[in-house]
T-cell receptor, first 107, second 113 residues
Framework: GQNIDQPTEMTATEGAIVQINCTYQ??????LFWYQQHAGEAPTFLSY????GLEEKGRFSSFLSRSKGYSYLLLKELQMKDSASYLC????????FGAGTTVTVRA | KAGVTQTPRYLIKTRGQQVTLSCSPI?????VSWYQQTPGQGLQFLFE???????NKGNFPGRFSGRQFSNSRSEMNVSTLELGDSALYLC????????????FGPGTRLTVL
C-alpha cells in the first residue's frame, strides 16, 4: 500500500520561508514529485527528485532522502501568489498523491 | 502550444447513468493519465494510456474504463454512476509517461444526483 503524509495547512508571512514536509511509506519507489495547485485550477509541476539530495529551481527547492522516506519542498521569499495547495506524489510506475498542504501567505 | 483540453467542463447525471469524458493531450504527448479528485480522498490515479495501450491502472472498480485513440486523444467512461462518483476528473498528458512532468487539463466537474 501507499502511505504519504504531509501537513494539512501552513501559514507564513510574505517574504518568509516555508518548508513543507512529506513522508512516505510505499511498496515501491522510483521518484517523488511536487505539484502546486491553486484553488479551482489544475495542478502544475514544480519538481521531480529521483536521487537523494537537494534540487534548486529559483525560489523553490526540493529535497529527497530515500533511506528515510522523506522529502521537503522549500519555498523562499514567499509571495502572495504562492498561496496554494502543494501536493507530494510518489512515482512507482503510477503516481500516488498525498492529501496536499494548503499554504496561506499573509501580508 | 495549446494545453490539455477536456470536455465537457461540467456534467450533471443521475445515479445509474453512464458518462464519457474526453481529453485531448498536448500535441506530441503520447501518455495520458486520468485522476479523480475529491475533497475527502484527494487526487487518485485512475489509469494511464500510452500509444493506445493501458499501461497502469489504479484501484477503482471496473465501472471505470478508458481508451486512447491513435491521435493520443483519450476518453474515460463511468458506467452505472453512483453518488460517490461526484468529483473533478483530471487528465494529464506527458511525452512518455507519468515519470515525466505531466501537464494537467482544467478537469471535468461531474455531479451525480
Amino acid at each position: 500500500g501507499q502511505n504519504i503524509d504531509q501537513p494539512t495547512e501552513m501559514t507564513a508571512t510574505e517574504g518568509a520561508i516555508v518548508q513543507i514536509n512529506c513522508t512516505y511509506q510505499t511498496s515501491g519507489f522510483n521518484g517523488l514529485f511536487w505539484y502546486q495547485q491553486h484553488a479551482g485550477e489544475a495542478p502544475t509541476f514544480l519538481s521531480y527528485n529521483v536521487l537523494d539530495g537537494l534540487e534548486e529551481k529559483g525560489r523553490f527547492s526540493s529535497f529527497l532522502s530515500r533511506s528515510k522516506g522523506y522529502s521537503y519542498l522549500l519555498l523562499k521569499e514567499l509571495q502572495m501568489k504562492d498561496s496554494a495547495s502543494y501536493l507530494c506524489a510518489v512515482y512507482d510506475y503510477k503516481l500516488s498523491f498525498g492529501a496536499g498542504t494548503t499554504v496561506t501567505v499573509r501580508a | 502550444k495549446a494545453g490539455v483540453t477536456q470536455t465537457p467542463r461540467y456534467l450533471i447525471k443521475t445515479r445509474g447513468q453512464q458518462v464519457t469524458l474526453s481529453c485531448s493531450p498536448i500535441s506530441g504527448h503520447r501518455s495520458v493519465s486520468w485522476y479523480q479528485q475529491t475533497p475527502g480522498q484527494g487526487l487518485q490515479f485512475l489509469f494511464e494510456y500510452f500509444s493506445e495501450t493501458q499501461r497502469n491502472k489504479g484501484n477503482f472498480p471496473g465501472r471505470f474504463s478508458g481508451r486512447q485513440f491513435s491521435n493520443s486523444r483519450s476518453e474515460m467512461n463511468v458506467s452505472t454512476l453512483e453518488l460517490g462518483d461526484s468529483a473533478l476528473y483530471l487528465c494529464a498528458s506527458s511525452l512518455s509517461g507519468s515519470d515525466n512532468e505531466q501537464f494537467f487539463g482544467p478537469g471535468t466537474r461531474l455531479t451525480v444526483l
